[in-house]
């Protein structure tokens, strides 16, 4: 008696703990209570989610079959296919598709024996994740539709949320923005206020950031990231989805310019946190993005490589951390291979923008042709998802391209574009691309006449970097940039390049000099006679000699 009188606390227990979302106490408190006395499948399905809410998932799935079986036995296949399908849909999810394909088979074939049931609006879901993976959104709409009126139909909020955020996903991959923003909006009011049971929920918290975030619709992403980050600290024994919540928030943080705070929410990620492959390689990237931006070069080229160890693609931040250091060959075949190997629009707006940069920095003809032709595709995208932050990257680049130009004619144009790209940073709460954008935009003022103009963005732009703890970067190393006519129409670089040169050395030692490789140098040294419109290496030594580019 007193045994059984253990194993019916022990039981009891357990279910308060689950009702208190408690899920460490409550998979001990019925793997007790299971030891002592079979469970039944109602307190079998708390005892499995709980083990999948403490991401111990071997166990749930175990527990899982073994409720499986249990029912068909019990004679309750639409329990059995449940069980089947939450099999099926981790098992997917963690890319075992062998495993996950044979259980869903299982739930779908239930289901298809039941009838119309709400097992077959779940049997959906991994139909609409293929449908999208395969560049389908038109077919992912139609099923998504489906299974959200099958939801709806029997009362299961766990399918009408999950359905509807995939169904926002499609309408944004077809496209239709706002419509998707609103689909989105609505699966998380169903998460966060109908009766979804915590699995689910945290499910549609992080696919819908996770959407936002890859739509860029910074607003909404920040608003529903704090929704899930209060989720996530009201349950200290929650063993899944704190990773993706503190990646998530670390991205947002260091969009926001709050540096330490990212930095803090990404380490506790890589730093021992019982997290999937995936968020450690996401925090490990943002770990090194925002070493980049301190200037932290060994750090940062580090972590990108532990990143894409991992299994994350390093850029755009490794290319971006190559040109900070001018090392332009490294910077331009990096960014190139991430844009040629990416096909979805909204995956290649990763890319476009730091190619742009780059391709305008290397002075090659070929490559500002291609810049330009990213700054178009930029646009388009722009103009097909209309986002503040894709308009935002769109007009930037169209004016840093235009700022390139040696037309004069271009440079109010260019102006024009990046005061819009500033206005539309600072209305996002960006500082460090805003103070970014006035740096280059002091460049067109330089070049108009206004140099008080130019100096108050500089000045802005330091003080923005001094507070952030930015590092220069190759556009603002000389500080306020005042002394402007003393390097003529050079970059910093190119100015070092030359006046190595007249002191003799080849562009061989130039490039062992500043551990540059060779091509490097005979991009600058091209770019430098260009700007300086001299033949030859010797007319631009006379040049900088005569205009005080050396001492005499």
Not at 149 to 163: I, N
Not at 176 to 198: C, F, H, K, N
Not at 254 to 271: K, M, N, Q, R
Not at 539 to 550: D, M, R, W
């Amino acid at each position: 008696m007193p045994g059984s009188a253990a194993v019916l606390n022990a039981l009891a227990d357990g279910r308060t703990a689950f009702a208190e979302r408690r899920w460490e106490d409550a998979f001990g408190l019925l793997a007790i209570a299971d030891q002592e006395r079979r469970l039944g499948i109602g307190d079998l399905e708390r005892y499995a989610r709980s083990a999948s809410l403490t991401a111990r998932d071997d166990e749930a799935f175990a527990l899982l079959e073994r409720g499986y079986v249990q029912c068909l036995d019990e004679g309750d296949e639409r329990r059995a296919a449940n069980c089947a399908f939450w099999i099926g849909f981790r098992l997917s999810s963690l890319g075992e598709r062998p495993r996950a394909e044979a259980w869903l088979w299982r739930a779908s074939d239930l289901a298809d024996r039941l009838g119309d049931c709400a097992v077959s609006g779940y049997v959906k879901i991994p139909q609409i994740h293929r449908e999208l993976l395969k560049r389908r959104p038109d077919a992912a709409h139609l099923l998504a539709v489906e299974a959200a009126a099958c939801g709806d139909r029997f009362g299961e909020a766990d399918l009408s949320a999950l359905a509807r955020q995939l169904d926002g996903r499609a309408l944004i991959e077809l496209g239709q923005v706002d419509a998707g923003i609103r689909m989105l909006d609505e699966a998380m009011l169903v998460a966060t206020t109908g009766p979804v049971s915590e699995l689910g929920r945290g499910l549609v918290y992080c696919a819908v950031i996770g959407c936002c975030q890859r739509v860029l619709a910074v607003d909404r992403a920040r608003e529903w990231s704090a929704v899930l980050d209060d989720w996530c600290r009201s349950q200290t024994q929650l063993g899944i989805f704190n990773g993706t919540c503190r990646v998530h928030r670390a991205e947002l943080l260091e969009f926001g310019g709050d540096w330490p705070a990212a930095l803090a929410e990404a380490g506790l990620v890589t730093s021992g946190m019982k997290v999937e492959r995936r968020e450690r390689a996401a925090a490990t990237y943002e770990e090194a993005e925002i070493h980049r931006l301190r200037g932290e070069r060994a750090e940062a080229q580090s972590l990108y490589e532990s990143a894409a160890a991992l299994g994350a693609d390093p850029q755009p931040g490794l290319a971006l951390l190559h040109l900070q250091y001018d090392d332009l060959e490294h910077a331009m075949g990096g960014i190139r291979r991430a844009l040629g190997t990416s096909s979805s629009a909204l995956g290649r707006v990763r890319f476009l923008p730091a190619f742009v940069e780059i391709a305008l920095a290397t002075g090659d003809r070929t490559d500002a042709g291609d810049a330009t032709e990213a700054v178009d595709e930029l646009e388009r995208i722009a103009a097909a998802y209309d986002t503040p932050v894709l308009g935002a990257l769109a007009v930037e680049a169209r004016g840093r391209l235009l700022l390139a130009s040696e037309q004069a004619g271009r440079i109010p144009h260019a102006v024009a574009a990046l005061s819009t790209a500033l206005e539309a940073w600072l209305e996002l709460d960006a500082p460090y691309r805003a103070a970014r954008v006035r740096v280059v935009l002091a460049d067109g003022f330089d070049r108009l006449g206004d140099d008080e103009g130019a100096h108050l963005h500089r000045q802005a732009a330091a003080a923005v970097f001094a507070a952030l703890g930015a590092a220069p970067g190759r556009e603002r190393r000389t500080g306020d940039h005042a002394d402007t006519a003393s390097r003529g129409p050079l970059s910093d670089r190119e100015l070092q390049v030359l006046r190595l040169a007249t002191t003799g050395l080849t562009n061989k030692e130039i490039a062992t000099e500043l551990v540059l490789s060779r091509r490097t140098v005979d991009r600058h040294m091209s770019n430098i006679l260009a700007r300086l419109g001299v033949p030859s290496r010797a007319a631009a030594t006379a040049y900088a000699y005569e205009h005080g580019l050396v001492a005499g």
